[in-house]
Each structure stands twice: as C-alpha cells, then as structure tokens.
C-alpha cells in the first residue's frame, strides 16, 4: 500500500503522505486501526510464521 525508501541512514522513511502533512500509519490508528509491519524477506521465506502473527493479530482484536 505505502512504498518507502531509506535515507542515507538506513532509516525508513514514507514515500507518501495525505495532503493534510500527516504520517497515513497514525492516520489509520487514529480510525482504530492495528498495523503489523513484516520485512519482505521474512514474508518470502517463513510466511507461516507471518500468517501466524497476523491470526494472533486478528485474535486480540475480537
């Protein structure tokens, strides 16, 4: 959904933004929305264990 990309300090930073100026990640919490952030190899090589947290995730929200 949001691409990002690093800056010279290996920090991640959003490639998007609301014309509002606002970060979308505290957009959605704001609207009672949970994130989970997985790093694209993780998801490539163990995607059980992702779909592991994301069940435990969807769990702790009933």
Do not use: Y
């Not at 990640?25 to 992702?50: C, M, P, S, T, Y």
């Amino acid at each position: 959904m949001f691409r990002g990309k690093a800056d010279r300090r290996s920090r991640w930073q959003p490639a998007c933004r609301f014309a509002t100026g606002r970060c979308p990640r505290r957009h959605f919490e704001g609207q009672g929305f949970g994130i989970l952030r997985f790093w694209n190899d993780e998801v490539e090589k163990n995607i059980d264990a992702v779909c592991l947290a994301v069940r435990q995730a969807a769990k702790g929200r009933g």
